[in-house]
Structure formats: C-alpha cells, structure tokens
C-alpha cells in the first residue's frame, strides 16, 4: 500500500526567508501525482501545488516549488519569500495516476509559523 | 468557491446515537468522496461515489455507511457513534477521474463530537 510520510511536525521561518517542508512517499506504481495542500485556521483544503511523476521538470507556482526526486521517492516543497499568510498546516498527498481523483493518500501534515 | 455545502458544521451528541452529516453541491459533478481529520493523522477517506447510488469502501470506512440518492447529496451516516468517530469531516467533489487537471474541491468542514 503506498504511504505518505511528512518527517517534520512542526516547522518555523522569518518572514521573507525561505523554508523548504520534506514529503517522501512508498509506491510500486511509475505513473502517480503528488500534491501539496495548505489548510490555514480557517479548515478550507487549498491546492498548492501538483506534480505528475512522468513529468521530470519540478513544477512551480509563483512562490511555492517542488524538488521532485523520483529515484529517491521524496517531494519537498519549498516556499520563497515567506510572507504572514503562510502560516498554516501543509500536507502532502500521492495519488495513483489511474484513480479517482479524490482517492488520495495523505501524510500527517507539518505546521508552518511564519515569525515577523 | 465551488459550490459544496456541509451540514451541520458542528454536531455534539453522544455515544450510541446516529448521527448523519450532509454534503450537498451544486456542481454536478460525478465523484463525491468523505474524509475524517484527526490530530496526528492527516485526511483519510471514508467512502466515496462514483455516481448515483455507487459507492465504495475507502481507507477507514468500519462504523460508516453512505448513501447517494441524487447527483447533489451525499449523506454520510453513524449508525451508532462512538468516541472515536470524534472528528472533522471533510467533503470532496470531484468531475471525470484521473486525467490531467486537478479540480478536486473541498466543503468546509464538520465538526462532529461524541461524548
């Protein structure tokens, strides 16, 4: 069964610093998708970022970006210029390429402070 | 926002009763899913539809029943809740499965405790 593991509970920036969260995962599978969701105080689900594993470039969106290491089966997510509204729990997810696409595998979250 | 909404957003209510949570949207879209929050744990799924009147088993579905009458409503059900069952529920929906865009939305939640 594929798992998802988040090694960092807890994590603290300064605003306008950079700080990088680690995801590693365990599938059998070659073709799945990866994603990072942020969930603020307010409980809404929100999609970051995603990252298809057949695709070798690390996708971006603005301040948030990948370091996908297929090989090593670890997905980090790095997040640039961290500003207030960071502040939040950030999970990471795998789900296989042929499934539905609510039938994802979630880790166990790191909290994000982010300090003025 | 799309348009999902979870009723009640708070329940309190104690253990051996049933206790039904709604989510109703206003998408129509095909896959509606039930996830549970817990500390430490992350979002797990409970069940999930793939249409009207089909469902499936997810991760954690022992204790739970679903049901999807309509395109709009997915009901999901303690037959007789237990501490345990003490959680935040999460409703998903969903268009076409896989595929290369992700448009996967979220409700905002139900808080459910068993005393």
């Known amino acids: 069964a594929q798992t998802v593991t988040q090694s960092q509970p807890e994590m603290s920036v300064q605003e306008a610093e950079t700080v990088t969260l680690s995801c590693t995962y365990d599938t059998s599978e070659s073709d799945y998708y990866l994603f990072w969701y942020k969930q603020p105080p307010s409980r809404q689900m929100i999609l970051v970022i995603r990252?298809?594993?057949?695709?070798?470039q690390n996708a971006t969106e603005n301040r948030f970006s990948v370091n996908f290491q297929k090989a090593a089966k670890s997905f980090s997510l790095k997040i640039s210029d961290s500003q207030l509204g960071d502040a939040a729990m950030y999970f990471c997810a795998y789900r296989d390429y042929g499934g539905s696409q609510g039938n994802l595998i979630f880790g166990k979250g790191t909290k994000l402070s982010v300090k003025p | 926002d799309a348009g999902i909404t979870q009723s009640p957003r708070h329940k309190v209510t104690e253990t051996g009763t049933p206790v039904t949570l709604r989510c109703h949207q206003t998408e129509n879209h095909r896959y509606m899913y039930w996830y549970r929050q817990d500390p430490g744990h992350g979002l797990r799924l409970i069940h999930y539809s793939y249409g009207v009147k089909d469902t499936d088993k997810g991760e954690v579905s022992d204790g739970y029943s679903v049901s999807r009458s309509k395109t709009e409503d997915f009901l999901l059900t303690l037959e007789s809740a237990t501490s345990s069952q003490t959680s935040v529920y999460f409703c998903?929906?969903?268009?076409?499965?896989?595929?290369?865009?992700?448009?996967?939305?979220f409700g905002s939640g139900t808080q459910l405790s068993v005393l």
């Open positions: 990252q298809e594993a057949y695709k070798q």
């Open positions: 998903a929906i969903s268009e076409a499965p896989g595929g290369s865009g992700e448009k996967l939305f």
